[in-house]
T-cell receptor, first 114, second 118 residues
Framework: AQSVTQPDIHITVSEGASLELRCNYSYGATPYLFWYVQSPGQGLQLLLKYFSGDTLVQGIKGFEAEFKRSQSSFNLRKPSVHWSDAAEYFC????????????FGRGTSLIVHP | GAVVSQHPSWVICKSGTSVKIECRSLDFQATTMFWYRQFPKQSLMLMATSNEGSKATYEQGVEKDKFLINHASLTLSTLTVTSAHPEDSSFYICSGTKGVDLYGETQYFGPGTRLLVL
């Protein structure tokens, strides 16, 4: 079974600073990887996903993530954070070729200081 | 786009009553719908998976008699919390998949329903 770890519960950055949210997964084969964002009291919105091909994935809202098989990681990055990016971010991993129901990490709360 | 709505967005009920939450895919046919439960500051816990016209598949530890799921059409799934108790208070989120992605499925999430049982 697949699993995903988001080691940081909270991340605080200043507006305009760069951001990297960590995600590590455990799965024996090639995983499907997702990043979702959840604003307070809202459902989840897909930021980006990786299935195959280019390991650097571009998403919405200026986010990108890089799949590193050797490190079992799929970290989310943004070069310049905006105050509106403050939210909860969830990494999720799905199993290729089998059940596509992804497993979600516990989330990382992003706090943006003005 | 792929929009999923939930109704109501929040509900308060008395202990012992039943509450129905609707999940609708507005601009696509959701071959599969999922129901999640989210506790404060925690991740999503999958409760059940449902395909249109079939019985829902419940995750281990989820009481199927308490959380009744009906997937009557390709655009509507309902979750009924029967005889609700305060411990059922939570944020319930549904999602749907289109069934067209070749490599895995992207889930489209509803905005969630906050349930408070007094």
């Amino acid at each position: 079974a697949q699993s995903v770890t988001q080691p940081d519960i909270h991340i605080t950055v200043s507006e305009g600073a760069s951001l990297e949210l960590r995600c590590n997964y455990s799965y024996g084969a090639t995983p499907y990887l997702f990043w979702y964002v959840q604003s307070p009291g809202q459902g989840l919105q897909l930021l980006l996903k990786y299935f195959s091909g280019d390991t650097l994935v571009q998403g919405i809202k200026g986010f990108e993530a890089e799949f590193k098989r050797s490190q079992s990681s799929f970290n989310l990055r943004k070069p310049s954070v905006h105050w509106s990016d403050a939210a909860e971010y969830f990494c999720a991993v799905g199993a290729a070729g089998g059940s596509y129901i992804p497993t979600f990490g516990r989330g990382t709360s992003l706090i943006v200081h003005p | 786009g792929a929009v999923v709505s939930q109704h109501p967005s929040w509900v308060i009920c008395k202990s012992g009553t039943s509450v129905k939450i609707e999940c609708r895919s507005l601009d696509f046919q959701a071959t599969t719908m999922f129901w999640y439960r989210q506790f404060p500051k925690q991740s999503l816990m999958l409760m059940a998976t449902s395909n249109e016209g079939s019985k829902a598949t419940y995750e281990q530890g989820v009481e199927k008699d308490k959380f009744l799921i009906n997937h009557a059409s390709l655009t509507l799934s309902t979750l009924t919390v029967t005889s609700a108790h305060p411990e059922d208070s939570s944020f319930y989120i549904c999602s749907g998949t289109k069934g067209v992605d070749l490599y895995g499925e992207t889930q489209y999430f509803g905005p969630g329903t906050r349930l408070l049982v007094l």
